[in-house]
């Protein structure tokens, strides 16, 4: 039996289970950076896809938060978290091996590569809201910071090598044969979360699905720490996937950049994800929670106009685009660590996974709307219109829905003072 050590008590270490997470994360972290990469130029390269249908694959791929979000937090709340991870790793790696499987016998088409990214962006929602809520379970609430540094730290080495190996992996074999590697680390965080204690869950009357999923509804509409996070990380991130959308696009088409030279210059540009966590640890002790989201926000879409700025020269584009990659990628981990650790602290361990369930929806949900928006705007005007557009909604946004946000900590009185996980 594990059990995590009760609010107030400092000095302890992480327990092994967060570090079989944190393992498993990174391994498929790297792949997912490299499909990030990947998908976009198969649709290019390979089937010669307009602008429109390249930024509508993203939108395909954040569909799943906007239509299963709620129920895939009311269903994890009642499940055994670490079998239903081990599960959705298992099915994104079969999904993502068919990829090079039906290239290899000249079945792929553009249509079969809409289908995999939408079935794997439903199981990634089912991880994620799993992961989110495993955390707190397995980590003291004064250890939560620390411990999603420690996450958001892995994600953002992983978003500087990732891009890298996806340009040389598509450049050398093919993008197919990149995606067969993002497969293959699924089942190897799979392996990492097996040794996992299950979660004991909390026992309650049974109540209807709907039932479960009002309650972390009204949880967040009644807090209004949680409440105004998520309005401005959902009015955010309309912006941030119109830029994800277009950058691709952009980099490919707009600049004429090969695949190599492109994996590159992003592996470049996200060097501001490692620095934006290592950050975190001395941001705690300057900021509030709520001002650390809000300047991880400001950040991103600062570099979103760096970038939709760049001018038509291409050395000098180049250097500008590194740049503005740079501030953004910076943002994410800022906002990440902030927005996460507010929302464990602040939920009761039995709606953990509803109120996560509830950002993706609400939050994440807009995910479709803002990247489908960027490929209309990339194929009726530019992709490099696109960025701008995403650029000043980004920094506009910020001011707009966030101020009640300026004064959030991570004061919350404890919904529970020890979490017991059995083995």
């Known amino acids: 039996m594990v059990t995590t050590p009760p609010a107030g008590r400092g000095g302890a270490r992480l327990p092994r289970p967060f570090w079989l997470l944190l393992a498993g994360q990174t391994v498929s972290g790297l792949g997912s950076q490299i499909t990030i990469v990947a998908v976009p130029l198969i ?96 980590v003291g609430r004064e250890q939560l910071l620390a411990g999603n540094s420690h996450l958001q730290l892995s994600h953002s080495g992983t978003q500087v090598a990732g891009p890298t190996l996806a340009g040389w992996l598509v450049d050398v074999f093919s993008g197919p044969a990149a995606i067969f590697v993002d497969a293959f680390t699924f089942v190897v965080s799979a392996l990492f979360l097996r040794p996992l204690p299950p979660v004991e869950r909390v026992q309650g009357a049974k109540r209807s699905l709907r039932s479960d999923i009002r309650d972390g509804l009204v949880f967040v509409r009644r807090h209004a720490i949680l409440r105004s996070a998520l309005l401005t990380f959902g009015s955010s991130v309309v912006f941030i996937t119109m830029y994800q959308a277009a950058l691709v696009v952009f980099l490919r088409r707009g600049l004429g950049l090969p695949p190599g030279q492109l994996g590159v210059l992003l592996a470049i540009g996200n060097l501001g994800f490692v620095i934006g966590a290592l950050a975190n640890g001395w941001l705690r002790t300057k900021l509030r929670l709520g001002q650390s989201f809000l300047l991880g926000l400001a950040l991103l879409g600062t570099g979103f106009l760096v970038v939709g700025l760049s001018p038509r020269s291409h050395d000098v584009a180049l250097v500008q685009v590194g740049l503005g990659q740079l501030v953004a990628s910076m943002g994410t981990p800022i906002t990440s660590v902030a927005m996460v650790t507010l929302r464990q602290l602040h939920s009761p361990p039995d709606l953990q996974a509803r109120v996560n369930s509830v950002f993706r929806i609400l939050g994440r949900g807009t995910m479709p709307a803002g990247a489908a928006l960027g490929a209309v705007i990339a194929q009726a005007a530019s992709p490099r219109a696109a960025l701008l557009v995403a650029g000043v909604g980004g920094v506009l946004a910020v001011p707009v829905a966030g101020g009640k946000l300026w004064r959030a900590t991570a004061d919350a009185p404890p919904a529970q003072e020890a979490v017991t996980v059995v083995a």
Do not use: K, Q
């Not at 649709?43 to 694959?57: D, R, T």
């Not at 009642?78 to 081990?86: F, L, P, Q, V, Y």
């Not at 289908?115 to 989110?132: D, W, Y």
């Open 43 to 138: 649709a290019i390269e390979h089937f010669g896809a307009s602008n429109l249908a390249v930024g509508m694959l993203a939108a395909v791929s954040f569909l799943p938060y906007a239509l299963i979000g709620l129920h895939a937090g009311a269903i994890a709340d009642r499940a055994e978290m670490r079998t239903m991870m081990i599960w959705t790793d298992a099915g994104r790696a079969a999904l993502l091996g068919l990829v090079p499987l039906l290239w290899a016998v000249d079945a792929l088409s553009l249509p079969l590569l809409f289908v995999v990214v939408f079935v794997v962006g439903v199981l990634t929602v089912f991880f994620e809201v799993c992961h989110s809520a495993y955390v707190p379970r397995v």
